[in-house]
């Protein structure tokens, strides 16, 4: 190995956060697994992460210690379960540091936390006396891109379909970044909203967003990041990301299924109309009408996934453990790694930025013209768990002229190792598919 | 698991040197002419196949489509064991098939029946990969539907 010298008084290559990558490994149980008698290599973890014993040691005592209804009652177990509940509400909140813990509404998914704003917009439209932000009617527009996960689609199609409202989309470059090219004549005084992904689960591009949301703010719109690939993998901060909402997923960062988040600007959450109607949404309830709490309340219908909540909290603690810089620099490495590697493979083509500047550690590619299915198939069969297919983005596909393509992606506990028995079982797939 | 459990060289054979391939009017100007389209949602494989009969006899079974080995290969042997048949016998061929696939590899194919179609055995053990299998055929029951020759009442697909 060669040493370069960085000149003193420069950022020094030991300044940069680390952390020790076989600890890390240790608390995550499911990577002692075998899989088909091969160690298992995972690279799907922008699919779904893996769990560390931290965060299910958590959800376990919560069942085994704390179980009870939230908000509902004054015996010891309710409170311990509220003050949980919330707890971890105010965790999230300072992870992504939202100016108030109120602005964090808990949710299923991003999917729903993005339907929930699609149906609030909906539901205000159907009413003369909401804040007119929110109404949509024909002439309106609403503004996504064509490297959405199919959840930053759909629920838009469907809002623009009930209220006539025109969906428009900003396309995707041939290096796999959004074109920005248009924007003025994309985004005007019609755009009501703008959804985007803030990286990209299939290209694993980031988008660079302040020149859109310079011009969301000129035409007076509201801005939505999907921020499902991002809040996991690097530090994230709404006041300095300056949108109006973000959406993110538990799964994908170390938490459990069933929980995800909708942060809202405050002003914008009491603005807006309930769209579940339920049992802890509500201020009073006459058999003739109801009031609605304020937010987030107004926005959680129902008993919500308590013991989820409470893991989330414990997984926002392990990721603030180890250090979300920490994790963002080791992920740029992998790519970098990656990227150099599959360099060296015959026949191999990327989908999205091919340097690791501006990308996630989330790659996507074709080997020569054997199916993903089967390079999948040949890739498990040796332990490596990728993924295929659409990727729920299928007009990225339709973009790239391909119906499905392999992904792989990583985590904090990927090594390169595991980067290398990628490279080695492609290998395999040509042997078999030659 | 093993691999070659899945990938037999029949299978590989047919994705490799596809028989039949290429969507074809018919020869038979008396023939009906019919195609359905088949799309695997989880996957976004697609195929077309195309049944040319005069009701009785399966004259010509085409097809066309994207995917992956398991259900290109599939559409190639389907192709080869119903073209030129008799309805009522491809229906047959078309149940045993089908049964084949969702017997969770605890079904022993019968080759007199299947043809290359046993090599497809193995791949019932990953139930991932049957809807693959399956597209090409359940694509060939509509559209012979379509052409006016169904499964006898008395065949269950
Ligand atoms: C960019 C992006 N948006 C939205 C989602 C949807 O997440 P969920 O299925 O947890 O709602 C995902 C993950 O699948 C994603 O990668």
Redesign the pocket.
Known sequence: MTSIAIPEGMPQYDDVPRFDVARVRADFPILDREINGHPLVYLDS???SHKPRQVLDVLDEHYARHNANVSRSVHTLGTEATEAYEGARAKVAAFINAPSVDEVVFT???????NIVAYAFSNASLRPDADPRFRLGPGDEVVISEM?????IVPWQLLCERTGATLRWFPVTDQGRLDESGLEDLVTERTKIVSL??????LGTVNATSRITARVREVGALLLL????SVPHLPIDVVDLDADYI?F????MCGP?GI?VLWGRAELLAAMPPVFGGGSMIETVTMARSTFAAPPARFEAGTPPIAEAVALGAAVDYLTGVGMRAIQWHEKELTAYALDAFGSVPDLRIFGPTVPVGRGGTISFALGDVHPHDVGQVLDSLGVQVRVGH???KPVCNRFGVPAMTRASFYLYTTTEEIDALVAGLEQVRKVFD | MQLDQLYQEIILDHYKRPHGRGLRDAEDSGDRVEEAHHVNPTCGDEVTVRVATDGTVLHDISYDGMGCSISQASASVLHELLRGRGAREAFEVHEAFVELMSGRGQVTPDEDVLGDGVAFAGVARYPARVKCALLPWMAFKDAAARAGVAASPEVKA
């Open positions: 922008a699919n779904t299923k998914n991003s999917t729903e936390a993005i959405e996960h199919h959840s930053n992904v803030h990286v990209s689960n299939i999907d921020c499902s690939q959406v997923t538990g799964h994908k299924t995800g990727h729920c983005a």
